[in-house]
């Protein structure tokens, strides 16, 4: 069973910086991207908010830890914003829970017709699969733990922080 959180951001269409679309719904839902790819396996969607990232504060990091405590899930996804995804993951990372979780987004927006997401989203689900529990971020084809990724933010990509 795969525990699905999502929080907001680009992944879901949600374009914070054009004003009015600050207070509309997501046009596509990670239900719809997951649906849409067939799978087979178990798995229970739930929204723990919709925000900008920027806006996301240790009290909704601290909701989401509660959230993944509380579940009998051993592998969540969590669909984050880019912006401080990274802090997210350390926040939870920094909690030694043996659980594995990891962090996924998108730089384009979710109902762009070139978006990232559902290639994020399906790469995210195929490595929660094998992953040993911890924390990391599935960005683009890349895994990152949660101690050892920073954004770069000329290219618009997760990095290592050694790189």
């Known amino acids: 069973m795969i525990h699905i959180l999502?929080?907001?951001?680009?992944?879901?269409?949600?374009?914070?910086?054009?004003?009015?679309?600050?207070?509309?719904q997501s046009k596509i839902t990670i239900r719809e991207l997951i649906e849409s790819a067939n799978v087979s396996f178990p798995y229970i969607i739930e929204k723990a908010f919709a925000k900008d990232s920027r806006s996301i504060t240790d009290e909704d990091r601290n909701f989401l830890l509660k959230k993944?405590?509380?579940?009998?899930?051993?592998?969540?996804?969590?669909?984050?914003?880019?912006?401080?995804?990274?802090?997210?993951?350390?926040y939870i990372g920094n909690q030694g829970l043996k659980k594995t979780i990891v962090l996924v987004?998108?730089?384009?927006?979710?109902?762009?017709?070139?978006?990232?997401?559902?290639?994020?989203?399906?790469?995210?689900?195929?490595?929660?699969?094998?992953?040993?529990?911890?924390v990391y971020i599935a960005m683009n084809g890349r895994i990152f733990r949660w101690n050892n990724v920073t954004k770069n933010i000329a290219t618009n990509k997760f990095i290592s922080k050694n790189e």
């Open 68 to 90: 993944i405590k509380a579940s009998k899930a051993e592998k969540f996804l969590i669909t984050h914003g880019t912006f401080t995804m990274e802090n997210t993951a350390m």
């Open 6 to 24: 999502t929080t907001g951001g680009t992944i879901e269409g949600l374009d914070y910086e054009k004003q009015e679309n600050k207070q509309k």
């Open 105 to 134: 987004g998108s730089f384009i927006m979710g109902d762009s017709k070139n978006t990232d997401a559902s290639f994020n989203l399906g790469f995210a689900v195929s490595a929660l699969q094998f992953l040993k529990p911890d």
